[in-house]
């Protein structure tokens, strides 16, 4: 039986999560059928790595507005009606109100959403048409997103189409990268971590605090921030300004993030929200317990006290509090990292991810291919 063509659609510029998964997934779906193709967003990351890859593709650009743009609406129109996809796959509000409309109006028989952020859907009436009329199913990346999308309006979708399939890591790859052996020239410095985009929803900014008041005190650290945009200069100017810019190193954009894990003993995430934290998977996979806020989707991948600490939201001194306890205490360290290995290991591999996507997308019409 043929595959089901299926469209991934992913206009942001920015590299994310969500573009992380709309590539791995593409990209194996495509290895394994065949019937894959992608539309990425002009200029942006995605679409500059689909360049290397045999994925067919195209580029398109699209705004916020862009489903009151007629000519918009008929391109799109126009791109499916040449490809004839069976499944359209979106994850930006975006993408879902053009190219969904436009998927819509052409008869596509499933539209997909995928939401990969932990925020209330707005009970507004274009999104309740939208949700109503355009979406088919919807792939939540945690329980806590899938119970924000009905938070403000329970009758907003059908809950039993709302599918929760966690984000999944090839560990197969990411731990021949770990062989590599890490120079630490000044090894009883305590290295802490963080990786993310540089953005509100980060709270990078808590991170300064917590090297101000660990400078304070005495603490011999370095800390390590991978990640770029819009806050990065003024994340840079504030730790000029707290006095704590040797204590902070900005890595830029890391492409090896195993390579990046394992130059560290802690890994900081201060995030406001989360939908699913990829970056908290990986650290956990490289043995690094994890501190975080008690918010989102987190406690849905850190076991607190168990391999890592879940904080109360906001609450910067306790954050600091947990920092020292591990920094002070490298029996905790490690006994807490080996648990998390093995729970990263067990819950979020990308076998098990591809195994879910492939049972929704392609049902009982072929054997599964990834178990």
């Not at 910067?316 to 306890?325: A, D, P």
Request: one cysteine or more.
């Amino acid at each position: 039986m043929q595959s089901k063509k299926i469209c991934f659609f992913n206009s942001t510029r920015a590299w994310g999560g969500g573009e992380k998964w709309h590539f791995d997934i593409a990209g194996r779906l495509h290895n394994a059928y065949g019937n894959v193709f992608m539309v990425a967003g002009k200029g942006s990351v995605l679409g500059n790595r689909l360049a290397e890859t045999a994925i067919p593709h195209y580029l398109v650009s699209i705004g916020n507005l862009s489903f009151l743009n007629v000519f918009k609406i008929v391109n799109l129109i126009r791109l499916f009606r040449k490809e004839q996809p069976d499944i359209l796959i979106m994850n930006l509000p975006a993408d879902l109100k053009a190219a969904g409309i436009a998927a819509r109006l052409l008869g596509i028989k499933r539209i997909i959403y995928r939401r990969g952020s932990a925020i209330p859907v707005r009970n507004t009436l274009l999104n309740r048409l939208l949700f109503r009329f355009v979406i088919d199913e919807i792939i939540a990346n945690s329980e806590e997103t899938a119970r924000t999308i009905l938070s403000e309006n329970p009758e907003l979708f059908l809950a039993s189409n709302i599918h929760v399939i966690y984000n999944g890591v090839d560990w197969s790859r990411f731990d021949s990268q770990l062989q590599m052996t890490v120079c630490r020239s000044q090894q009883h410095r305590i290295v802490l971590g963080n990786a993310g985009r540089m953005v509100p929803q980060k709270g990078q900014e808590i991170l300064i605090q917590l090297a101000k008041q660990l400078k304070h005190k005495g603490y011999d650290f370095e800390m390590l921030i991978a990640g770029e945009g819009r806050l990065k200069e003024s994340l840079l100017r504030k730790a000029v300004e707290e006095g704590v810019a040797d204590r902070l190193r900005f890595m830029g954009f890391v492409e090896n993030m195993p390579h990046f894990l394992n130059l560290i003993d802690i890994f900081l995430l201060p995030s406001l929200w989360e939908g699913f934290g990829y970056v908290i998977a990986e650290a956990m996979f490289c043995e690094k317990p994890v501190i975080a806020f008690n918010i989102s989707s987190n406690p849905e991948i850190v076991s607190n006290n168990e391999t890592g600490f879940l904080v109360e939201p906001g609450n910067v001194e306790m954050f600091l509090e947990k920092t020292e306890l591990l920094i002070n205490d490298v029996q905790l360290r490690q006994k807490m990292g080996q648990r998390a290995r093995k729970e990263a290991v067990g819950r979020f591999s990308i076998q098990h991810t591809l195994a879910q996507i492939e049972q929704l997308l392609y049902m009982n019409e072929s054997e599964q291919r990834y178990k």
